[in-house]
């Protein structure tokens, strides 16, 4: 299960293909490439267990790189393209990257970062800035050329190396890190055996057995690849021999497109894509044939059920939701029949027994809210936080259960509840408050595009409801508006778990995987506060 064997057998098959650019690679091209850089790591002293980082946007340099790392028993690293130079800076210091391979695209990051990482022994420049985005027009020549101090052109130093296996071929992995929205990122490490190549990871199981994935698949991917879902389903489409059609950026009605024109099978979103989807006009929505598409994927934020349901209504049962985490410590699955009976529920388990548990430790019972804790499963690898013991043992409790503090319930047939991230929980006047019940209500107003819930400091109740709001209209922004949004929200729940007041944002700080910066909107709220007690 992995290119070699699917060059070997059909050789001329599409690996992937980015839809914008269209540039491609069939498995012989994938796995001779992906060899080149293999070698060229193995000759720059890299073995099994060393470190690469990779900072690039969607491109085909990307499944080059990853496949060769992947193929040498080595951790990469794939970083966030938005940092800035000090963020990039740290993770590439933190994971301990011998090889940074960055695009042309982050130039001036590639020169700033030149000077600030001085165990990285080999670095490597890919592309010129506009190969393979969509909205590329004719290729800058000047700059394909012009030279990075400390850097030596990607293709320059692949194409030295033969087209040949590394001596010895074994299983590697992504080291990727939390996204630092609550806090600094830090590396989940899993631990990893000397595995022959080829083997299947037990995660396989799940695109296989649930969502009936194989060689005849063809797998959208509308993410960017260095999220850890996106960059996990397109590698494993290609260990299946499917194929991987990529966006170069997200676009709700280019998304649509994209699945008539390849026939797509298989997708993976986040629940931002379908709000955005949602909210083209009708017809739009209906101008483009899905008849081919058979599975729909999504995960990395709770949905709202309202949200869900007219997605559901609109492609039909395909629907499929899966909760976990990168760490990997358990997950649960609840497809579209199951949702409609069960709505706002993330599912069952898969693996092994989930607990909710108070602040004291003790379970809880059913219909009660505490954080959400997974027994370890037996056919996932073990993790650490990479150079945090301490974080590392805080995720696990006394029974060794092990949480990412995220809070929820069960209810009485075992379907799990998120309601929000414990971090981001407001106690007003000693009530719990999850801002997610207001998000999901107001996502669903006409006039808003995006928005956060989060507390904010009052000196009565400790703290209050606050929401910004990225209108669909910036003409519309006013007392009027927010006045319509408070009362909407208050239509459809109690009083207290509704912001007290609404400000707008021309744009919310999002991740384009769909994951919210929450933390950048609420400090400016309470600056270098660390007690939430005013």
């Not at 997605?311 to 949702?339: H, K, Q, R």
């Not at 936080?385 to 995220?406: L, N």
Request: charged residues 25%; negative net charge.
């Amino acid at each position: 299960m992995w290119p070699g064997k699917h060059a070997a057998e059909r050789p001329e098959k599409i690996a992937y293909i980015f839809s914008g650019s269209g540039a491609s690679a069939t498995y012989r091209e994938l796995n001779d490439r992906s060899n080149q850089v293999a070698q060229l790591l193995y000759d720059a002293g890299l073995r099994f267990g060393d470190h690469i980082a990779v900072l690039m946007e969607n491109r085909p340099e990307y499944f080059e790189v990853c496949w060769a790392a992947q193929r040498s028993g080595l951790f990469y690293t794939a970083i966030n393209h938005h940092f800035t130079v000090d963020e990039a800076a740290y993770i590439i210091d933190d994971c301990d990257a011998r090889v940074l391979v960055i695009s042309e695209a982050y130039r001036a990051l590639a020169e700033e970062l030149a000077d600030k990482m001085p165990n990285v022994k080999v670095r490597l420049l890919v592309g010129d800035q506009n190969v393979g985005r969509a909205d590329a027009a004719e290729p800058r020549t000047a700059q394909r050329g012009s030279h990075v101090s400390g850097y030596e052109r990607y293709a320059d130093a692949r194409d030295r190396y033969p087209a040949e296996p590394p001596a010895e071929e074994l299983e590697g992995t992504p080291m990727l890190y939390s996204s630092g929205t609550t806090g600094r990122p830090k590396g989940i490490r899993y631990n990893i055996e000397r595995t022959p190549v080829g083997d299947m990871p037990g995660q396989m199981m799940m695109l296989t057995a649930l969502f009936g994935m194989d060689e005849h698949a063809v797998y959208l991917s509308p993410a960017p690849l260095y999220h850890s879902a996106p960059l996990f389903y397109c590698m494993s489409t290609m260990r299946l021999g499917g194929t991987v059609v990529v966006l170069e950026q997200f676009d709700p009605e280019d998304a649509l497109r994209v699945i008539e024109q390849h026939g797509i099978t298989h997708s993976q979103w986040v629940p931002t894509m379908f709000v955005r989807m949602l909210k083209l006009p009708d017809e739009v929505r209906s101008k483009y044939d899905l008849s081919s598409h058979r599975c729909a994927i999504h995960a990395a934020a709770p949905c709202p059920t309202e949200v869900k349901l007219r997605m559901i209504e609109w492609w039909g049962p395909i629907i499929e939701e899966y909760y976990s985490a990168t760490e990997g410590m358990g997950a649960t699955y609840i497809n579209s029949a199951d949702y409609v009976t069960h709505p706002g529920s993330v599912g069952r388990t898969m693996l092994a027994p989930i607990h909710i548990v108070d602040e004291a430790g003790d379970e809880l019972p059913a219909g009660e809210i505490g954080t959400v804790y997974f027994e370890p499963a037996t056919n996932r690898p073990g993790f650490q936080y990479h150079k945090d013991e301490a974080k590392t043992r805080d995720t696990f409790d006394a029974h060794g259960w092990a949480s990412v503090g995220d809070m929820g319930y069960l209810d009485d047939e075992g379907y799990l509840y998120l309601t929000d991230r414990k971090t981001f929980m407001i106690v007003s006047g000693g009530v719990n408050i999850y801002p997610q019940e207001a998000e999901n209500v107001l996502v669903t107003h006409p006039k808003v595009f995006d928005v956060a819930v989060f507390g904010i400091p009052d000196p009565e109740m400790g703290e209050k409801v606050h929401a910004v709001v990225q209108p669909t209209d910036w003409d519309a922004v006013g007392p009027e508006l927010e006045r319509e949004l408070l009362e909407y929200c208050r239509s459809q729940l109690a009083h207290y778990k509704c912001p007290k007041a609404v400000d707008f944002d021309r744009e919310l700080p999002r991740q384009p995987t769909g994951k919210l910066y929450k933390r950048l909107l609420r400090d400016r709220y309470w600056g270098n506060k660390t007690s939430r007690i005013v």
